[in-house]
């Protein structure tokens, strides 16, 4: 009989507790989390252009295997502190666009670069690419836990992309990984003539 009423107590309490998660959309820290994971994954223009970035890094070798995809995430952390803000930064679509269109050609064609014009190429863009992640902060979301989250989900994103990119290793995986650069170059020409319609 006690545990009976132990177990109902116990259920009464769960309940009240697990029904404002539920009840409301996009609140908090859980909600803020995932929209902030969800969004790079979620815009193909972010996508391609974030995993090129693990790709060139893959190329152009240690340390920039390493570099370029830590200093995306920060600077673009910084991109989108100004989204947030509503600073107005110009032309956050096109230069997303444009984006994904170097970082293929880049690839495509195997840039060799020295690591600060690397950084400071990918570092450019992740500007952008922040800002519209801060723009686009869902009302009444945790903005830190949103911007973690899609900080969380670009690296993964970049790492994906040094993971594809170790095929480099040999001659197929080489021409395998251009052609990959290749085609987030022609997204990335799609984007640009979205933007410019």
Known sequence: MRSNRLTSILAA??????????AHTEVGVPSGLLSGALHPLTG???LVAMVAVGLWGAQLGRPATWILPIAFPMVMAFGA???????PVPQPELMIALSALVLGLLVAFAVRAHLWVA????????IFHGYAHGQELPEAANPLAYGLGFVVATGTLHA???GIGTLTRWEAGRRAVQGLG??????????????LR
């Open 119 to 126: 950084a400071l190429v990918v570092s450019v863009f992740a």
């Open 160 to 162: 994906s992309g040094i």
């Open 81 to 87: 502190v100004l989204g947030m803000a509503g600073t």
């Open 13 to 22: 309490v769960f309940c009240g507790i697990a029904s404002p998660v539920f």
């Open 44 to 46: 193909a223009d972010h």
């Open 182 to 195: 290749l085609g987030v170059a022609g997204l990335g020409m799609f984007f640009l003539a979205s933007v």
